[in-house]
């Protein structure tokens, strides 16, 4: 649900980079659960290793908001320089007023408009970071909970009992003296002696 709420407000910004990362997110969230009620431990163990690769791109985002290494929130690396659009928060964040105002006046700016916002509470790269990092608590739990998971399904499979296969001592262990002394005395029978004493006791 909190994939689902992310993506819809990055495809209202425009945001092409997060709508990838986050419709693949989506689509591994959804693979791990079809595992857990599948009794699949490989694609619980696929969502495991995606949840290193979404912590490490959330960290990415907070590091590209708060401008860290270099990083630029203005530049247009998250629209893959297709458009200047930046975050829908930073136009309609709580307590946000979008203003607008023609710029016809300047040469070279005709038909244009200046668009500019005032009366934020909160910045809109602060809201973007919050965002990431509930991903990053979220990812995190996730995380050791399908650790926990395979680690579960991988001792029942290893308990499990193929007819006493894996069972040193199985329950229907039958001792075999008894089955030696009627090997031995079928032995005897059959055998040549074993016919000679027979014919004796029956003269």
Excluded at 7 to 24: E, K
Aim: aromatic letters at 16%; proline letters at 3%; charged letters at 15%.
């Amino acid at each position: 649900l909190a994939a689902l709420e992310r993506q819809v407000f990055d495809f209202l910004g425009y945001q092409w980079a997060p709508i990838l990362a986050n419709f693949l997110h989506i689509i591994i969230v959804i693979l791990g659960l079809f595992g857990t009620i599948q009794y699949r431990p490989r694609y619980i163990v696929v969502y495991a290793i995606w949840t290193a690769i979404w912590v490490t791109w959330n960290i990415f985002i907070i590091c590209f908001y708060l401008e860290v290494g270099g990083l630029s929130k203005d530049s247009e690396l998250l629209t893959f320089n297709i458009s200047r659009h930046q975050s829908w928060w930073s136009e309609n964040g709580p307590g946000c007023v979008r203003k607008e105002a023609s710029m016809s006046g300047i040469k070279g700016l005709d038909n244009h408009s200046y668009i500019s916002v005032i009366g934020c509470a909160l910045e809109y790269r602060y809201i973007e970071v919050m965002h990431s990092s509930f991903q990053i608590l979220i990812a995190l739990v996730g995380f050791v909970y399908a650790c926990y998971v395979v680690s579960v399904f991988t001792e029942e499979e290893d308990s499990f009992d193929f007819i006493g296969g894996f069972d040193p001592f199985p329950l229907y262990h039958v001792n075999e003296k008894p089955t030696n002394l009627l090997f031995k005395q079928t032995y005897l029978l059959i055998s040549p002696t074993g016919f000679s004493g027979m014919e004796g006791m029956n003269k």
